[in-house]
Every structure is written in structure tokens, then in C-alpha cells.
């Protein structure tokens, strides 16, 4: 998932914040989700996904692969992965981003 140009006003607690917000309800806000992972580069998805961590105790990555289950999954050549591309530029599965 690549990015031309990095947000200037950018916050990783507020987009944390807003990404904790799609999650609640029956169901997932997911252009809430598209909208702010599309429109963040690694190295902004990979600090939302630290300030996640920090405020909520649980790990992003498992939260959005929880969440994204379903239509995602079908239009996901490899789902397993699919997740990992959001925070690592290789699209590895490393556990250290």
C-alpha cells in the first residue's frame, strides 16, 4: 500500500482513536478504515499501529484482521497476509513492526 505524499497534519493517537471508533457497533465502519490506512504511508500506519497498542493494549493487526473478515477476505488474493501489508513495506509477516 503504498502512499505518494505523507499527511502533513497528522496525529497516530487520533487516527488510533478513529480506527477504535470504525470498530464499535454491529458493524465495521470500513471506508471509516480505508479512509485513513489508504491515505497514511508505512511509516504513519506503523505509528498508529504503536499508539494503538499503547492506548487500547491490544495489537492492530489482530484487530483488523478480526474485523476484516468476510468481503475483504474474497477480494484478498492471500488473506493471511493481507494484513501485514498495511504496516510492513515488504509485506512480510515480521511480528517486530
Keep these: 500500500m503504498a502512499t505518494l505524499l505523507a499527511l ?7 487516527d ?3 480506527l477504535n471508533k470504525a470498530f464499535e ?3 465495521t465502519d470500513r471506508k471509516g478504515m480505508i479512509r485513513i490506512l489508504g ?7 506503523k505509528q498508529i ?5 499503547e492506548i487500547y493494549q491490544e495489537d492492530l493487526n489482530k ?5 476484516l473478515l ?6 484478498t488474493p492471500c488473506p493471511r497476509k ?3 501489508f498495511l504496516f510492513n513495506r515488504d509485506g512480510s509477516a515480521s511480528q517486530d513492526v
Design 8 to 14: 502533513e497534519d497528522f496525529s497516530p493517537s487520533e
Design 16 to 18: 488510533a482513536m478513529a
Design 25 to 27: 457497533g454491529w458493524s
Design 39 to 45: 491515505h497514511r504511508n508505512v511509516d504513519q500506519r
Design 49 to 53: 499501529r504503536l499508539a494503538y497498542q
Design 63 to 67: 484487530k483488523l484482521k478480526s474485523e
Design 70 to 75: 468476510g468481503d475483504f477476505e474474497v477480494v
Design 82 to 84: 493481507a494484513w501485514t
